[in-house]
């Protein structure tokens, strides 16, 4: 069975620092794996996900996550944070055969301080 | 339509009442999923639809709970004998039946609070 396992359940940094958000995951098989965004009130919004190849992966609002097979672990990373990045971040990971069930995080919420 | 359609968006019902979550999903999109997500909780699978197979129910939490999806597009969640650590957020996701493609698209959810 495959698991996730988000170390920090609330992350706060000071606008324009950059930051790391942790995943880990365990899965005896090849994953597919996912960072999700939710903002305040709203549903998820994919933010970017791996699925083979390159191990950094780059998505949207200027996130990058790097897929670590050895330690497995798919980290978010920005290297400057706004305001506008307040919300709560979740890891996701699927076994890429059967039907594809996604298995999330309890997920980490960035607080962005001014 | 252009993305996931839940309704109701809040829902206050008293304790012991069943309630009925409605989803449409994107159009053309064989998988629906229903996620529930509690205060300092994760996303808890619920049930899973794909076409016209059997649906995965192994994360229904009891016999309270219940699915359909009709047509093989929308969808409804029904709670019985609501309880209330039944409060929760309900989300329900689509996709086209590759989630490498584009991952879910999920709706904004139903925010169900029993009092």
């Known amino acids: 069975a495959q698991s996730v396992t988000q170390l920090d359940s609330q992350v706060p940094v000071f606008e324009e620092a950059p930051v790391e958000l942790r995943c880990n995951y365990s899965?005896?098989?090849?994953?597919?794996l996912f960072w999700y965004v939710q903002y305040p009130n709203q549903g998820l919004q994919l933010l970017l996900k791996y699925l083979s190849g390159s191990t950094l992966v780059k998505g949207i609002n200027g996130f990058e996550a790097e897929f670590n097979k050895s330690q497995t672990s798919f980290h978010l990373r920005k290297p400057s944070v706004h305001i506008s990045d307040t919300a709560e971040y979740f890891c996701a990971v699927s076994d890429p055969g059967g039907y594809q069930k996604v298995t999330f995080g309890t997920g980490t919420k960035l607080q962005v301080i001014p | 339509g252009a993305g996931v359609s839940q309704s109701p968006s809040n829902k206050v019902t008293e304790k012991g009442k069943d309630v009925e979550l409605r989803c449409d999903p994107i159009s053309g999109h064989t998988a629906l999923y229903w996620y529930r997500q509690s205060l300092g909780q994760g996303l808890e699978f619920l049930i899973y639809?794909?076409?016209?197979?059997?649906?995965?129910k192994s994360g229904l939490p009891s016999d309270r709970f219940s699915a359909e999806r009709t047509g093989g597009s929308v969808s409804t969640l029904t709670i019985q004998r609501t309880q209330q650590e039944d409060s929760a957020v309900y989300l329900c996701?689509?996709?086209?039946?590759?989630?490498?493609?584009?991952?879910?698209?999920f709706g904004s959810g139903t925010r169900l609070t029993v009092v």
């Open positions: 996701a689509s996709s086209n039946g590759q989630v490498d493609s584009e991952g879910y698209t």
């Open positions: 899965s005896s098989v090849s994953v597919y």
């Open positions: 639809f794909q076409g016209n197979s059997a649906p995965d």
